[in-house]
């Protein structure tokens, strides 16, 4: 299945189950425990291994994971299927912000251009300091890096795009996932930065959890 059409059918699932939480999501990631379990693990997949990662493009330590996270992806490509999930908090301050930023990727994944692109999105948001957030200024930076203009805009105004970023949030609450960025391995493990490995040592933690 498409991960755009994957990542919706996840999110429908999840929305019959969500249940209005009684104050606003955290406006800002916290550090936290490396590898914990949560409480309402998915469902597991029956061939490969599934990592999720949840990021945010504006999240300095998304960006660092990037790389070493692309790196351990490649050496499990046998074993594990990676996926992404772009933060949206509903009712923080950076709600906006992370609905246009999840806009992009989810256009880039329906363009099949995540695996080219997704660095470039970070180092232009964090060395350039690129504002991507709205459809102008997405076409803007997709012109850049020689996507076609008009093969962007129908992606990025679709209605499984616009489906995707609605659902991120509900995403985010339905696997309790408060601080970025997050991997959770099968649905039931999830690494995340901590005050003694940091991100530096979240592939070894995904490593010890795949096998």
Wanted: charged letters at 25%.
């Amino acid at each position: 299945m498409n991960p755009l059409l994957r990542t919706a059918v996840l999110a429908a699932v999840a929305s019959g189950l969500l249940v209005t939480p009684a104050v606003a999501a955290p406006e800002v990631p916290h550090e936290g425990g490396l590898v914990g379990r949560i409480d309402n693990p998915g469902p597991g997949r029956a061939v490969k291994q599934e990592a999720v990662e949840f990021f945010w493009y504006d999240c300095g330590h998304s960006q660092q994971l990037e790389v070493p996270l692309e790196r351990w992806a490649e050496k499990h490509r046998s074993d594990v299927t990676l996926r992404r999930v772009p933060a949206v908090w509903a009712g923080s301050r950076e709600e906006q912000t992370q609905r246009g930023h999840a806009r992009l990727y989810y256009t880039l994944e329906q363009l099949g251009e995540v695996d080219r692109l997704q660095l470039a999105v970070f180092r232009a948001v964090h060395e350039r300091e690129t504002d991507v957030t709205t459809e102008e200024t997405a076409l803007a930076w997709a012109r850049t890096v020689g996507l076609d203009p008009a093969g962007f805009l129908t992606a990025y105004r679709s209605e499984e795009v616009q489906r995707a970023t609605d659902a991120a949030a509900g995403l985010l609450t339905r696997y309790q996932v408060d601080e970025l960025p997050t991997v959770l391995v099968q649905g039931g493990q999830r690494v995340q930065p901590s005050r003694d490995g940091g991100v530096e040592g979240m592939p070894d933690a995904l490593d010890r959890l795949v096998g």
